[in-house]
């Protein structure tokens, strides 16, 4: 699966859109663009995945550019609630495995 | 929603007892898995099932064996555990094969052996 390279940290205000980048320029074909979460001693949380086309959800947006090089998870409405590491995940439905991902946190 | 529950989410063990984690899934998903997640290690896949009585090794097997005797559990079994399986363990199960079939987790069961 490709590697893809996600900024350690980011803060965000509650209320506020919270947009997590994600690089992946080494994607393949039949890769799909991945988002997961975990907060603090929980399981990893499935948000939202793609191919090459936009997609929405109830939790969140997923923005993938046309040359698939990288991605933006949109989450629209931030909550204290929504502070967790997101990890972005180039699979290709070999091997799952999680890179460092970004901790974001979500403050008043 | 798709609902992953696994039995226990802490649990203390003594060296050398036979362990058993319980996992139930309730989407009638075909696939399930099992890994452990350490600091540093990242998330690492012990065992995986396909179908009801199949089952196949991961990375790191030694140590475990699963069951899986019915579609929505499987179950994980430390036969001998060691302080070295002290981590967190996440069930998961996803509907089929391939890179659009996203993998659901559990709450993980945090385990120590002492």
């Known amino acids: 699966d490709a590697k893809t390279t996600q900024p350690t940290s980011m803060d965000c205000a509650e209320g506020r859109a919270a947009n997590l980048p994600c690089n992946h320029s080494t994607i393949s074909g039949n890769e799909y663009v991945y988002w997961y979460r975990q907060i603090h001693s929980q399981g990893p949380q499935y948000i939202i995945h793609g191919l090459k086309n936009n997609e929405t959800n109830e939790m969140a947006s997923l923005i993938i550019t046309e040359d698939r090089k990288s991605s933006t998870l949109i989450l629209p409405h931030a909550t204290l609630r929504d502070t967790a590491v997101y990890y972005c995940i180039a699979w290709g439905g070999n091997k799952l495995t999680f890179g460092t991902g970004t901790q974001l946190k979500v403050e008043l | 929603d798709v609902k992953v529950t696994q039995s226990s989410r802490y649990l203390v063990k003594r060296t050398g007892e036979k362990v058993f984690l319980e996992c139930v899934q309730d989407?009638?998903?075909?696939?399930m898995f099992w890994y452990r997640q350490d600091p540093g290690l990242g998330l690492r896949l012990i065992y995986f099932?396909?179908?009801?009585?199949?089952?196949e090794k991961g990375d790191i097997p030694e140590g475990y064996s699963v069951s899986r005797e019915k579609k929505e559990r499987f179950s994980l079994i430390l036969e001998s555990a060691s302080t070295n399986q002290t981590s967190m363990y996440l069930c998961?199960?996803?509907f089929g094969w391939g890179s659009n079939q996203p993998q659901h987790f559990g709450d993980g069961t945090r385990l120590s052996i002492l």
């Open positions: 998961a199960s996803s």
């Open positions: 989407m009638d998903h075909e696939n």
């Open positions: 099932s396909y179908d009801v009585k199949m089952k």
